[in-house]
C-alpha cells in the first residue's frame, strides 16, 4: 500500500495494548515526537486498554489529528501470539484443560478478534501494520542509540514464541540472529521467583531485585538456592540460552507462574503469601535468582560479541529494567558502552514498532543524534502556568508564583536543604516506568530518617525498598566507582569508598529491620544495603531546570544530588495532571509542590482546601 505523505513527512503512530502497559508513540519524519503510557491518564497501574488517551496526547503534542497519520503499528502480531497459546494447550492436553476453557471466550474476544478492537479506534483509511514483538524491542532501543550500528538483545517474558534475541542492527536494518523460544524465558523465570518472594507478577519484579541485597553475600545458603536453581529448575548453557524444566511451574497451562508443592521441596519453604513478613530466606532466594540472572545476561552478551563483532550494545525488553544486571554488564567490559531503552517494557514496544515500520518505508539516511535522540525521554504532555493557575484557584489553593527560575529553584533548594519533601511537576512528563525529574518527589540524600519517612509516610511501601539519587552528570566521578552516566536511571553504581561507613563485624547476622536502618554513608538516604544507588545523571543539556536546581542544592550543602523517586504512591501511577499531584500533596506527608512556576506549601493551607483534597482520597490496589 502507498502511504499518504504530507510534505517531505511520514507520520507514524505505534501501539501497544490488550496485554499490559499500553502506550501510543508517534514518530514524525524519523524523529520521536510524543510518547505517553495509558496508565498516566486512566489513573490505572499498567492499564492494558486500548491507549486512546495517550494516543490523543501524542497527536496533540505534535499538533495533528488521527486523520493525519500515514500508518498505525501495532507491536506484535495477535495471530502468532494466539498460535502460540492453542499449540501450548493442545502439546500439554489435558493439563489446563479447565483455564483452556475458561480463558477460550476471552481469547477469541480480545486476542483473536484484536485487529478489529484496534480498527474501531483509527481511522479506515489509515493503513495497520503489525510489528513482531521482539522487532519492535530491537528496534526501540538501537534506532534511538547513538550508534551507527550495534548488537542488540532483548529479554523480557515472551512475545509471540520468542522470549529472548540477539539481533545485529547497522544503519537502518535490523537482522534478528538468535531466538529462545516459549516456554524458556529468563523473564518467566524471574517473575516465577518475584510470585514465589510474595510480589505481583508483571509488576513486582522490581522489588525482587530490590530485596536481593538483602541476602547474605557468600553464605552457604545462597550456593544451595544457586545449585538448586541451576539444577532442577534452569539449564543455562554457554551461549546464554536456557532451558526450563516444566514440571516445577504453572505459567503454560495455569493460573501460577509456579509449583508450589514442588518448588517448597527444592526451596525448604513455601511461597511468600502477599504483604507476609520477609523472612531471611526470601531475600536470600531474591539474591539466588539475581546471581543466576546476571550469569546468563552476561553469557547471552558474550554470544552476541561473538555473533555481531560490534563494539557497542543495546538493550530492551522487560529484563533491560533489571538495573543490576546491566550494570554487570557495563562492568564486564564485553562492550566499550551500552545503551538501553527507557522505556524497555511493553510500552516501549509502541515506540519501537513506529520505528521499525518508519525505516522499512523510509529511503532517507537514518539520523543519529549523539546527544540523545529520546530528549532525555521527556516525551508526554506539558501544562502551562496558565492552565495550572485555573486549578489551583478553582481549588481554592494557596501558592506563590516564582515565575524567574532562578528564584523557583532557590526556594525549593532551600526547602530541600531544610528537611522538606517536595513534589517536583516540570515539563514534559516521563515517558517509563522511571521518574526522571519530571513527576518526582525530592528529598535530602543526607538525611538518615529520609528512607524511612518516605517509605512509609509518603509511598505507603515496604520499608526495605531503596530510593534513588539525581546526581549532576559532571560530579559522577565524585561519588560512583564507575561514574557510568545514566540518565534513564538504568545502571547501579558503588559508593566510592570515602564516602563508606563500614559494616559492623557482625553485620550480617544482625535482623533484617536492623540492617534495613544501619547508616552506611555519608548519603544514607540513597545507599542500599550493599552500598549500591540507582543513578540517574542529570544533564544540563536534556533538562536545564531540574540541573539548576541540584546545583542550587550543592551551593547550599556540597552534595550534588538528590533523592529522587516517582510521583505517585503505592498502587497508583506517577501522576499525569495537576489535578494528580495535588491530591498527592495533601494526602500524603509531603511538605511542598512546586508545579510550574507556583510553590505549594501544605502549612499555608487553609483547613477547608486540606479537607476538601483528603475527601478526594482514592484506593489504589497494592503493587
Known amino acids: ?302 554470544t552476541a560479541k561473538k555473533l555481531t563483532g560490534e563494539k557497542y550494545l543495546c538493550l530492551a525488553g522487560g529484563v533491560a529494567l533489571n538495573c543490576v544486571a546491566n550494570a554487570a554488564i557495563k562492568r564486564s567490559n564485553i562492550f566499550e558502552d551500552i545503551w538501553i531503552q527507557p522505556a524497555a517494557g511493553d510500552a516501549g514496544g509502541a515506540l519501537g514498532a513506529a520505528l521499525a515500520y518508519y525505516y522499512a518505508h523510509d529511503n532517507s539516511i537514518r539520523r543519529i543524534d549523539l546527544q540523545d535522540s529520546m530528549k532525555g525521554s521527556y516525551l508526554g504532555p506539558s501544562f502551562k502556568d496558565l492552565d495550572i493557575k485555573r486549578v489551583l484557584d478553582e481549588s481554592n489553593v494557596s501558592y506563590k508564583l516564582l515565575e524567574k527560575s532562578s528564584s523557583l529553584v532557590a526556594d525549593v533548594a532551600k526547602q530541600i536543604a531544610d528537611g522538606k519533601i517536595v513534589g517536583w511537576f516540570q515539563g514534559r512528563m516521563e515517558f517509563g516506568p522511571r521518574a526522571l525529574g519530571g513527576r518526582s518527589i525530592l528529598a535530602d540524600p543526607r538525611s538518615p530518617e529520609m528512607q524511612k519517612k518516605l517509605n512509609l509516610k509518603i509511598k505507603f511501601r515496604e ?62 538516604a540513597i545507599t542500599h544495603l550493599d552500598y549500591t544507588a540507582r543513578v540517574q545523571s542529570v544533564h544540563q543539556e536534556t533538562n536545564p531546570l531540574y540541573h539548576q536546581l541540584i546545583s542550587t542544592f550543592k551551593r547550599l550543602t556540597g552534595v550534588g544530588m538528590l533523592v529522587n523517586t516517582s510521583f505517585n504512591v503505592r498502587g497508583e501511577p506517577i501522576v499525569g495532571s495537576p489535578m494528580d499531584a495535588l491530591k498527592c500533596l495533601f494526602q500524603t506527608d509531603m511538605d511542598t509542590l512546586c508545579i510550574g512556576s507556583f510553590v505549594i506549601e501544605k502549612t499555608s493551607q487553609s483547613q477547608k482546601t486540606t479537607d476538601y483534597f483528603k475527601s478526594l482520597e482514592s484506593a489504589f490496589g497494592l503493587d
Not at 501497544?16 to 514518530?27: E, G, P, V
Not at 560530579?475 to 566510592?496: C, R
Request: hydrophobic residues 40%; proline residues 5%.
Open 463 to 524: 520499608g526495605f525498598r531503596p530510593f534513588a539519587p539525581s546526581v549532576l552528570a559532571e560530579d559522577l566521578k565524585n561519588y560512583f566507582e564507575g561514574a557510568y552516566l545514566s540518565p534513564y536511571m538504568l545502571l547501579v553504581d558503588k559508593i566510592k569508598s570515602e564516602h563508606r561507613y563500614p559494616w559492623p563485624a557482625d553485620y550480617q547476622s544482625w535482623p533484617l529491620d536492623k540492617r534495613l536502618y544501619f547508616i552506611r554513608s555519608e548519603m544514607p
Open 1 to 302: 500500500m502507498i502511504l499518504t505523505t504530507y510534505g517531505s513527512f511520514m507520520k507514524i503512530l505505534g501501539i501497544s495494548a490488550f496485554y499490559h502497559d499500553s502506550a501510543a508513540a508517534l514518530i514524525v519524519n524519523g524523529e520521536i515526537v510524543a510518547a505517553a503510557q495509558e496508565e498516566r491518564f486512566s489513573r490505572k497501574k499498567h492499564d492494558s486498554n486500548f491507549p486512546l488517551n495517550a494516543t490523543a496526547q501524542c497527536l496533540d503534542i505534535g499538533n495533528l489529528k488521527i486523520d493525519d497519520i500515514d500508518a498505525v503499528v501495532y507491536y506484535d502480531k495477535p495471530w502468532l501470539k494466539f498460535e502460540r497459546i492453542l499449540e501450548t494447550y493442545y502439546a500439554l492436553a489435558p493439563r489446563g484443560a479447565a483455564s483452556f476453557r475458561a480463558g477460550l471466550p476471552v481469547w477469541l474476544k480480545e486476542k483473536a478478534l484484536l485487529p478489529r478492537l484496534i480498527q474501531q479506534n483509527i481511522p479506515k483509511k489509515t493503513p495497520l501494520k503489525f510489528s513482531n514483538h521482539h522487532l519492535s524491542h530491537a528496534a526501540s532501543c538501537f534506532y534511538p542509540s547513538p550508534f551507527k550500528s550495534a548488537a542488540i538483545l532483548t529479554l523480557d517474558g515472551v512475545g509471540e514464541w520468542s522470549t529472548a534475541t540477539i539481533a545485529h542492527g547497522t544503519d537502518k536494518r535490523i537482522n534478528i540472529l538468535r531466538e529462545l523460544h516459549f516456554p524458556h524465558s529468563i523473564g518467566l523465570l524471574y517473575s516465577a521467583f518475584t510470585q514465589y518472594c510474595g510480589f505481583k507478577v508483571n509488576s513486582g519484579e522490581y522489588k525482587l531485585m530490590g530485596l536481593a541485597p538483602y541476602g547474605r553475600h557468600g553464605h552457604e545458603r545462597i550456593h544451595f538456592y544457586v545449585s538448586q536453581i541451576k539444577t532442577h529448575l534452569c539449564k543455562v548453557y554457554d551461549d546464554g540460552s536456557i532451558w526450563l524444566d516444566q514440571k516445577y511451574f504453572s505459567y503454560t497451562t495455569g493460573l501460577e507462574m509456579v509449583n508450589r508443592h514442588l518448588w517448597q521441596s527444592l526451596f525448604g519453604f513455601p511461597i511468600r503469601s502477599a504483604e507476609a513478613p520477609l523472612t531471611q530466606e526470601y531475600c536470600d532466594l531474591a539474591l539466588a535468582i539475581q546471581e543466576v540472572t546476571e550469569e546468563i545476561v552476561i553469557k547471552m552478551a558474550i
